[in-house]
T-cell receptor, first 111, second 118 residues
Framework: GENVEQHPSTLSVQEGDSAVIKCTYS??????FPWYKQELGKGPQLIID?????GEKKDQRIAVTLNKTAKHFSLHITETQPEDSAVYFC??????????FGQGTRLTINP | GAVVSQHPSWVICKSGTSVKIECRSL??????MFWYRQFPKQSLMLMAT?????????EQGVEKDKFLINHASLTLSTLTVTSAHPEDSSFYIC??????????????FGPGTRLLVL
């Protein structure tokens, strides 16, 4: 089955700097890669997703890149703000199959 | 956007009692919903897939008689923790599969329910 590895487990950046979180997956058949942001005590919130027919997708300060050959995808947050502090999860799925999540990255933005 | 609600947001119960958690898709119909469990500082663990009008599919190691799932309508799935024990204390989160545009499905999560069994 699918296995998703996420790095780093914790990340601390200065406000205004960029943050990058990386994930690798094992199943080459996976074609859907969402990213979720989870604040303390809340459910995960979908922030961006990408499908295997594109290599990059951007939404304001957030972007995701996908390298199908290497089987890895990354989340990029630019101009970080204190409200970006949260735990971020990547996930992978094949079509309508269940999501397989990474271990999560605790992002801290230092003012 | 797609909104998924859960009720209650938190519950405290005595050991041996049963607790029911509701998951609703508020502005879309969801033929498939998922139930997750999350321990502190850990990732989400899928417990079961709930399909409207049919039996839920449980992940390996999840007791179906312990965690009863009912998906009676296209907007409601319920998880009942039967004969709860302290080790069942956790954060339970549901998600619903949104059909999306042009058949591109996306999964949206509820706010979670924190269960504490005394």
């Amino acid at each position: 089955g699918e296995n998703v590895e996420q790095h780093p487990s914790t990340l601390s950046v200065q406000e205004g700097d960029s943050a990058v979180i990386k994930c690798t997956y094992s199943d080459s058949a996976s074609n859907y890669f969402p990213w979720y942001k989870q604040e303390l005590g809340k459910g995960p919130q979908l922030i961006i997703d990408i499908r295997s027919n594109v290599g990059e997708k951007k939404d304001q300060r957030i972007a995701v890149t996908l390298n199908k050959t290497a089987k890895h995808f990354s989340l990029h947050i630019t101009e970080t703000q204190p409200e970006d502090s949260a735990v971020y999860f990547c996930a992978a799925a094949q079509g309508a199959q269940k999501l397989v999540f990474g271990q999560g990255t605790r992002l801290t933005i230092n003012p | 956007g797609a909104v998924v609600s859960q009720h209650p947001s938190w519950v405290i119960c005595k050991s041996g009692t049963s607790v029911k958690i509701e998951c609703r898709s508020l502005d879309f119909q969801a033929t498939t919903m998922f139930w997750y469990r999350q321990f502190p500082k850990q990732s989400l663990m899928l417990m079961a897939t709930s399909n409207e009008g049919s039996k839920a599919t449980y992940e390996q190691g999840v007791e179906k008689d312990k965690f009863l799932i009912n998906h009676a309508s296209l907007t409601l799935s319920t998880l009942t923790v039967t004969s709860a024990h302290p080790e069942d204390s956790s954060f339970y989160i549901c998600s619903a599969r949104h059909p999306g545009l042009a058949g591109v499905e996306t999964q949206y999560f509820g706010p979670g329910t924190r269960l504490l069994v005394l």
